[in-house]
Nanobody, 129 residues
């Protein structure tokens, strides 16, 4: 059974950096893709960054050049390095995982919540002006 546990959230000032981690315990196989989502109060959950394990990465336009997603396969850990943080980056950040993929799909699906069946509990990120 997949269990995802996020950590690394906190409070920082605008322009600061944070690195989020998501440990994947319980999986017996390397997942197909993993992603970071965030949800601000009274807003829908949005995809921030996704990684096809061993393949491409995709990002929300507003975080390109500032955020980097990566995975340490030996540690079963997904990371999100967040630099030049802005107040609009504030929210609860969730890690998500999908074990396999259909034969064909559009890349944009990697940033859709509906793509992922497995989710962590989230970690709060607060960026003050």
């Amino acid at each position: 059974q997949v269990q995802l546990v996020e950590s690394g959230g906190g409070s920082v000032q605008s322009g600061g950096s944070l690195r989020l981690s998501c440990v994947d315990s319980g999986s017996t196989n390397t997942p197909y893709s993993m992603a970071w989502f965030r949800q601000a109060p009274e807003k829908e959950r949005e995809g921030v960054a996704a990684l096809v394990i061993g393949g491409q990465s995709v990002y929300l336009d507003s975080v390109k050049g500032r955020f980097t997603v990566s995975r340490d396969n030996a540690k079963n850990t997904l990371y999100l390095q967040m630099n030049s943080l802005k107040p609009e980056d504030t929210g609860i950040y969730f890690c998500a995982e999908r074990s396999s993929a259909p034969p064909t799909y559009h890349t944009s699906a990697l940033l859709l919540p509906s793509w992922y069946p497995n989710w962590g509990q989230g970690t709060q990120v607060t960026v003050s002006a």
